[in-house]
């Protein structure tokens, strides 16, 4: 599970997309990183929700993978 911000604390909601920043930087990730494991994406997603949240949010994910897990690359 991926939530958008850490647990007790509010989701950063200020864009001008008609997502929200969370949503804008997972998308962009998936796209950008689909030949990436799950782990690596979750990642880029949060480093990239704190430096455009500067600090205020950070997403939250847990897990219990046993190994990498890759999406299906479709074309």
């Known amino acids: 599970l991926v939530y958008a911000a ?11 997309d008609r997502n929200s920043i969370f949503t804008k930087n997972l ?3 998936i796209k950008e990183n689909q030949a990436s494991d799950l782990q690596s994406m979750i ?3 949060r480093d990239k929700m704190v430096r ?24």
């Open 6 to 16: 850490s647990p007790g604390k509010p989701a950063y909601t200020k864009s001008s």
């Open 43 to 45: 990642m880029k997603v």
């Open 52 to 75: 455009d949240s500067e600090y205020d949010q950070v997403p939250w994910d847990e897990s219990s993978l046993t190994r990498k897990f890759f999406f299906d690359q479709v074309n």
């Open 27 to 29: 998308i962009e990730v």
